[in-house]
């Protein structure tokens, strides 16, 4: 226990090779006790015909079998559980996910508590003090009593979706270097101040994360706020998985606490190709997330950026996998095309692409104050690139998109899917 809090110093993260050295550390460790405690993975490991021993580092995961979320959805939840832990006095967290079906991940407090220490380390990394002051928004599903009690942080709750006003009476009032958020909230968190005349307090910079920062929404923070925005990359399983370096401008894994490989089905892929990430959460214990597939598109760089901090870097996350659009004529449009199309356009803040007849997709937007009039234009010709002739577009201007039922944005919704709504 001691040992990883001690891992957590700046000074332990210059050395590449003492760093690699830690990972192979964890993940024996790690391995090791899944076998031991954990039916799923003692069944799993057992059908792949490994013995844990074999496992002597990072080298050697790729001898594991992936796991796929279905896998462990089938899973008892018991099998999931280190035969230790007693779900009554672990943490949970809950994900919706793309099919709505809830999914339950649990940890111990000491597990959460180390995963928010990391999480404050790729902060401190970027700048923030340990007396600075943040704002917390509520969205992120994170309780910043838990480190207020700790004593350690000072950190307070705000919610700028259901009282942006207050937010920012809160924030004139306490001050804080940082404002912690989700994009959708952040664009929302921005119209309300520039409504409002300004912050009237200069924050040290804006922590964006739980979804895909799109290059529109970080410049229109950035102006309203008048401070860079810093990226963070995680998912519910393993907490944070790459923060965005104020130094580099890459996309840090924090290799001490997950292991990230980028595979095509079981294949890993070379830098500069996307594949799905793949995590190994090296802390979690009482619920081991092993080689465990995210839908997230991710791609490391063909050449990193030189950086003082020695951890691996990723391009920035595009986000999940999204199935393609399919036609009445049975051809299909790949969702992520459509999405590339938009995002790059100077003006949008926010924007749907919705598949409401197999050949009609209506694309309301949200633009930029500062977008050109032309904007409705462009996003047509932009999407009209990669959409057939025999598919119409209705693209409409619109003040508001709604969040759904997650308090999420999705960006392409299929007929399918629409329809389920
Ligand atoms: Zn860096």
Request: proline share 6%; net charge positive; with cysteine.
């Given at each position: 226990?001691?040992?990883?809090?001690?891992?957590?110093?700046?000074?332990?993260?210059?050395n590449?090779?003492?760093?690699?050295?830690?990972?192979?550390?964890?993940?024996?460790?790690?391995?090791?006790?899944?076998?031991r405690?954990?039916?799923?993975?003692?069944?799993?490991?057992?059908?792949?015909?490994?013995?844990?021993?074999?496992?002597?580092?990072?080298?050697?995961?790729?001898?594991?079998?992936?796991?796929?979320?279905?896998d462990?959805?089938?899973?008892?939840?018991t099998?999931?559980?280190?035969?230790?832990?007693?779900?009554?006095r672990?943490?949970?967290?809950?994900?919706?996910?793309?099919?709505g079906?809830?999914?339950?991940?649990?940890?111990?407090?000491?597990?959460?508590?180390?995963?928010?220490?990391?999480?404050?380390?790729?902060?401190?990394?970027?700048?923030?003090?340990?007396?600075?002051?943040?704002?917390?928004?509520?969205g992120?599903?994170?309780?910043?009593?838990?480190?207020?009690?700790?004593?350690?942080?000072?950190?307070?709750?705000?919610?700028?979706v259901?009282?942006?006003?207050?937010?920012?009476?809160?924030?004139?009032?306490?001050?804080p270097?940082?404002?912690?958020?989700?994009?959708?909230?952040l664009?929302?968190?921005?119209?309300?101040?520039?409504?409002?005349?300004?912050?009237?307090?200069q924050?040290?910079?804006v922590?964006?994360?739980?979804?895909?920062?799109?290059p529109?929404?970080?410049?229109?923070?950035?102006?309203?706020?008048?401070?860079?925005?810093?990226?963070?990359?995680?998912?519910?399983?393993?907490?944070?998985?790459?923060?965005?370096?104020?130094?580099?401008?890459?996309y840090?894994?924090?290799?001490d606490?997950?292991?990230?490989?980028?595979?095509?089905?079981?294949?890993?892929?070379?830098?500069?190709e996307?594949?799905?990430?793949?995590?190994?959460?090296?802390?979690?214990?009482?619920?081991?997330f092993?080689?465990?597939?995210?839908r997230?598109?991710?791609?490391?760089?063909?050449?990193?950026?030189?950086?003082?901090?020695?951890?691996?870097?990723?391009?920035?996350p595009?986000?999940?996998?999204?199935?393609?659009?399919?036609?009445?004529?049975?051809?299909?449009?790949?969702?992520?095309?459509?999405?590339?199309?938009?995002?790059?356009?100077?003006?949008?803040?926010?924007?749907?692409?919705?598949q409401?007849?197999?050949?009609?997709?209506h694309i309301?937007?949200?633009?930029?104050?500062?977008?050109?009039?032309?904007?409705?234009a462009?996003i047509e010709?932009a999407?009209r690139?990669?959409?057939?002739?025999?598919?119409?577009?209705?693209?409409?201007?619109v003040?508001?998109?709604?969040?759904?039922?997650?308090?999420?944005?999705?960006?392409?919704l299929?007929?399918?899917?629409l329809?389920?709504?």
């Amino acid at each position: 226990m001691l040992t990883s809090l001690l891992d957590l110093r700046p000074s332990a993260v210059r050395n590449g090779r003492r760093l690699a050295a830690v990972r192979d550390r964890r993940v024996r460790g790690l391995v090791a006790a899944a076998y031991r405690d954990v039916a799923f993975y003692r069944r799993a490991f057992d059908a792949a015909g490994v013995r844990p021993e074999q496992i002597r580092g990072v080298a050697d995961l790729e001898r594991l079998p992936v796991v796929e979320k279905s896998d462990l959805r089938a899973a008892e939840l018991t099998d999931r559980l280190a035969r230790w832990a007693r779900p009554e006095r672990l943490i949970s967290h809950h994900t919706s996910g793309s099919t709505g079906e809830p999914f339950q991940i649990l940890r111990t407090r000491y597990e959460e508590y180390l995963l928010q220490a990391y999480q404050h380390r790729s902060n401190v990394l970027n700048g923030l003090r340990r007396k600075d002051a943040r704002a917390y928004d509520v969205g992120m599903g994170f309780d910043p009593r838990w480190i207020h009690r700790w004593g350690v942080l000072p950190a307070f709750a705000v919610d700028p979706v259901n009282d942006a006003e207050g937010t920012i009476a809160e924030i004139r009032r306490r001050k804080p270097a940082a404002f912690i958020t989700r994009p959708n909230t952040l664009h929302h968190a921005a119209q309300a101040i520039e409504r409002a005349g300004g912050l009237g307090h200069q924050l040290r910079f804006v922590l964006s994360g739980g979804e895909v920062l799109e290059p529109s929404v970080r410049r229109y923070a950035e102006h309203i706020f008048g401070c860079p925005v810093v990226d963070l990359y995680g998912a519910h399983e393993v907490a944070l998985i790459a923060f965005e370096c104020a130094r580099c401008r890459g996309y840090h894994v924090l290799d001490d606490s997950v292991v990230v490989e980028v595979l095509d089905g079981d294949r890993p892929v070379a830098p500069g190709e996307v594949g799905d990430a793949v995590v190994t959460a090296l802390h979690s214990y009482a619920m081991p997330f092993i080689r465990y597939r995210l839908r997230d598109r991710i791609r490391r760089p063909v050449d990193p950026p030189p950086c003082e901090w020695a951890f691996q870097t990723i391009e920035q996350p595009q986000g999940r996998r999204l199935d393609p659009l399919r036609l009445s004529d049975g051809t299909s449009v790949p969702a992520h095309r459509l999405m590339h199309a938009v995002r790059e356009l100077e003006g949008v803040a926010r924007y749907q692409v919705r598949q409401e007849q197999p050949d009609l997709l209506h694309i309301p937007y949200v633009a930029l104050p500062q977008a050109s009039g032309g904007l409705g234009a462009e996003i047509e010709a932009a999407l009209r690139a990669y959409v057939p002739a025999s598919v119409a577009l209705r693209v409409e201007e619109v003040d508001d998109l709604p969040f759904n039922k997650a308090g999420k944005h999705v960006t392409v919704l299929g007929y399918d899917r629409l329809r389920k709504e």
